[in-house]
């Protein structure tokens, strides 16, 4: 077998344990929450015997080990049970609000991934000077600001003060696709500046590090221009650290989305987890945990995937 | 337009340095120096590291390689001051009228883009030539440069074919744009000798039939003379001597150029086996995990008390696996290791405090050898501590004394690596292990990073601690003129065997078989035209091809 085949294989068969082994944390975990989901639901209306009843109802009198096995089984099958406090299909609840915040996050993606390696290039062309010392202070000062903050600022200069996007970010199956791109317009840019510098850092890092090496002094003295020089023989020994940040970024703008979408009252994923954990919802929690571990997991695969396929020596062994 | 090519006047390079502890400052490395070069001719620079030799090659592409700066003079190039010439003129240089070989091909290729996509681009991207005529040219010189399969070998990537190999293809590179000069820069030094030889007969060839010209930058006087017309030697940024490649070598001028010429003065008469061997080899067979071959087969050796043993082979012979076999880093499949009349624990865990002590070792790269953060006093002191627990005023006399043995003096004594040469810091790696009182020292390429000077005061030193301390040296060595000088057996390996063993005499009388005669006769003679003779009457081939 090609040795990059069964790196591949060892890849995904790892994924799949670690996605196996995030299931059970996720499980024990909503298990060891403190209260009762039959209480909560009931309220102050419970008796021994309706809460004995609904228990019952939710299968919560099984033991651990029998429910965490039928959960995960059905969440192979996709069925992810139903919410327990409206009694709706979580699957299919859930499978609406994580289009919508897939379609935030690729949006975001698409425009912050390409920017931060163009920043990150334009720094290593001019390591040191104005240019370079700009990008870094504006994407510094960016990360550094909490997002909700910078959220609520856009969403007063550009939203209340210049009226050019929506404040709330509402979209629904009736909007023409323009109309969404423009609702979703200050989440995308406050999600873009949050991960902005990270990648753009990491890229202007591994740049300039192989910039030390040998083959580079090669290409200078071919007569390359400096740019040429960057993007023929530095960019494609750097992708795989490069790729790994712009994973870890793009996870999180799935996953780290909840505050983002919480201020700008987005119907995705984050709020949807945000709603049902302070109504104790356990499954609905457990549903969207498992989504998020998917992602994350997925992912840093594909990061590694990539990683292994960039490393000439493994793509054409001797 | 008149024959010289390359004119250059009272260049002066300079660098901004950065001591420990110090603020930054400006020094010059390279103070006024001049030469003229005529199209088709070859001229050598020579000298040992820090000489600048390097510098000035670069000089010649207007490029200064870190924080080096031109600070002064001239660099004509085709009849202008590339100095005082455009950028958009400085890319057209670069490239295409002058090129450039490194000493490491392997570094020096990019290893995410294919040899050929490397060795047209300069011409390409200078519209020399189309990139279908390029390729063709490519072509053409890989067979020239005597490249295995050169319509397809442009296909693979670097890490794909040999060192020798590789930087033959570097040669290519630097040909292929018909440029009017070559820098060549060590460009034989990394390999073994018998592929250089092979490597310096394919660029002499290259050179004669494509008519550039050529900087040859080498620290070897032997090499540079079968291939220059004139050598300049430089110490120090200042050059030293400047004349023909006959008058260099047969008529040296300046003291500096006749130790160039006549180093490895060492005499050492061979001693006679003593009844007993302080170490035994015996039938060892070894292989590296994940390996399924073995990188030594059947290997038998016998070093004597106070004599000196020389492992000698290329890179890949397996010299240095047998010197991880005895100090039981790499515990071997089959055979035994006796040491001092006992048997050794194959495996480094099973060996006594004692065995550690009597077996110790130098390496190759002494500054990696050595914590940076210690002090020379400290670096020496520990083996006192942890193997006779000497403390106080005791260990610090004893290291002193050590210090006298070494030549350095007590001077030293509280100096960090940083602040030592590479030849002063190899003798404070001696000096640690000659404090565990050894019975025996294995060296490994213990002076291949040392300029031959030094390298010379390095052996000199070993044999003179040899006769005081009474110690035996198992020196592994690819340099044949370490091996004369300093051994009184020699075993020569190749490809996991012993080629050959027995004492200095033996092993070095004729009859030969063919690997020991490819070996002995690959080492560059400093004499002119010896490079035609010894290819005319090779038998074999070198493995590195």
């Not at chain 1, 700009?134 to 210049?162: C, N």
């Not at chain 2, 200042?238 to 008058?247: A, F, S």
Request: aromatic letters at 6%; a negative charge.
């Amino acid at each position: 077998m090609h040795p990059i085949l069964k790196l591949v294989a060892q890849r995904l068969a790892l994924s799949a344990l670690l996605l196996l082994a995030a299931s059970v944390l996720i499980f024990a975990g909503t298990m060891i929450l403190p209260g009762d989901v039959a209480q909560s639901i009931l309220g102050q209306s419970a008796t021994p015997e309706s809460l004995a009843n609904l228990r019952e109802e939710l299968g919560l009198n099984e033991p651990a080990v029998t429910r965490y096995f039928n959960w995960l089984f059905g969440a192979l099958q996709g069925d992810l049970g139903t919410a327990l406090t409206n009694g709706r299909d979580i699957a299919e609840s859930l499978g609406e609000r994580l289009g919508n915040t897939l379609f935030l996050a690729f949006w975001a993606a698409i425009i912050s991934v390409p920017l931060a390696i163009l920043l990150g290039l334009i720094a290593v062309r001019y390591k040191d000077r104005w240019p370079d010392k700009l990008i870094s202070a504006v994407t510094l000062t960016s990360i550094s600001i909490p997002e909700f903050l910078i959220g609520y600022l856009l969403m007063f200069f550009l939203a209340v003060q210049l009226g050019w996007f929506p404040s709330i970010a509402m979209i629904n199956d009736d909007m023409g696709f323009f109309e969404k791109l423009r609702s979703i317009a200050l989440p995308v840019i406050v999600l873009t500046l949050v991960v902005l510098a990270h990648m753009m850092r990491m890229t202007r890092a591994a740049i300039l590090n192989v910039m030390q090496s040998a083959y580079v002094e090669t290409a200078e003295l071919k007569g390359l221009s400096t740019f040429m020089v960057i993007y023929r023989h530095a960019f494609p020994n750097a992708i795989a650290p490069i790729v790994n940040v712009v994973m870890l970024n793009l996870a999180y703008l799935v996953v780290g989305v909840v505050v983002v979408e919480v201020v700008f009252v987005y119907p995705g994923m984050g709020q949807y987890l945000v709603d049902h954990v302070s109504k104790r919802d356990v499954p609905v929690v457990q549903a969207c945990g498992l989504i998020f571990a998917a992602v994350y997991i997925g992912l840093n695969m594909i990061a590694d995937i990539v990683a292994i396929l960039a490393n000439p020596r493994l793509r054409h062994p001797k | 337009m008149s024959d010289t090519l390359l004119k250059v006047r009272d260049l002066k390079i300079g660098a901004t340095v950065y001591p420990p502890g110090e603020k930054p400052h400006d020094i010059e490395i390279v103070h006024g120096v001049s030469f003229d070069l005529e199209r088709g001719k070859v001229l050598g620079l020579i000298g040992e590291s820090g000489a600048g030799k390097s510098t000035i090659g670069l000089a010649s592409m207007a490029y200064g390689r870190g924080g080096v700066k031109i600070t002064g003079g001239e660099v004509w190039v085709n009849g202008r001051d590339i100095l005082k010439t455009s950028l958009g003129d400085i890319r057209n240089l670069r490239g295409g009228e002058v090129t450039y070989v490194s000493q490491s091909a392997a570094a020096s290729f990019n290893p995410a883009k294919k040899i050929m996509d490397q060795v047209v681009e300069a011409a390409v991207e200078h519209k020399k030539f189309s990139r279908k005529e390029a390729e063709a040219r490519a072509r053409e010189l890989f067979a020239k440069l005597g490249l295995p399969d050169p319509d397809n070998i442009g296909e693979r990537y670097p890490h794909q074919v040999s060192g020798g190999q590789l930087q033959r293809c570097m040669t290519a590179l630097a040909l292929c744009p018909e440029p009017d000069l070559v820098v060549f820069d060590e460009p034989t030094t990394a390999l073994d000798v018998t592929t250089q030889i092979d490597v310096l007969m394919a660029i002499k060839e290259a050179i004669a039939d494509t008519g550039v010209a050529a900087l040859y930058i080498t620290h070897d006087l032997a090499v540079v003379a079968q291939v220059s017309d004139d050598i300049m030697v430089l110490r120090m940024g200042n050059t030293v001597e400047y004349g023909t490649t006959d008058q260099i070598i047969n008529n040296p001028q300046e003291d500096y150029t006749k130790a160039l010429v006549s180093v490895r003065s060492i005499e050492h008469e061979e001693k006679q086996p003593t009844p007993e061997a302080v170490l035994t080899v015996d039938g060892i067979t070894a292989r590296y995990k994940g390996l399924n071959f073995d990188v030594l087969h059947n290997v038998n050796v016998e070093l004597h008390p106070g004599q000196t043993l020389a492992i000698v082979g290329e890179s890949g012979s397996g010299k240095s696996t047998l010197a991880r076999v005895i100090t039981g880093l790499l515990p071997p499949r089959d055979g035994e290791i006796t040491f001092a009349g006992r048997k050794l624990s194959p495996d480094l865990k099973g060996r006594s405090r004692e065995d550690l002590r009597e077996l110790q070792m130098i390496y190759q790269m002494a500054d990696v050898a050595m914590n940076p953060r210690q002090t020379v006093g400290t670096i020496i002191g520990r083996p006192l501590e942890f193997y006779f627990n000497m403390r106080g005023a005791e260990k610090r006399k004893r290291i002193v004394e050590l210090l006298d043995e070494i030549e350095l003096g007590e001077k030293f004594i509280d100096r960090y690596p940083a602040e030592l040469s590479g030849g002063q810091k190899q003798r404070v790696c001696i000096a640690r292990s000659l404090a565990a009182k050894p019975k025996m020292i294995i060296c490994d390429e213990v002076t291949s990073a040392l300029d031959p000077l030094v390298a010379d005061g390095i052996l000199k030193l070993l044999l003179d601690l040899q006769k005081i301390e009474d110690v035996a040296y198992l020196f592994i060595t690819h340099d044949l003129a370490t091996v004369r000088a300093i051994s009184d057996s020699i075993a020569v390996m190749y490809q996991g065997r012993l080629a050959r063993y027995g004492s200095k005499s033996e092993v070095l009388t004729p009859p030969f078989d063919d690997y020991t005669d490819l070996l002995l006769s690959s080492v560059p003679e400093m004499h002119l035209g010896w490079l035609e003779e010894v290819v005319a009457h090779r038998k074999m081939e070198s493995a590195g091809n």
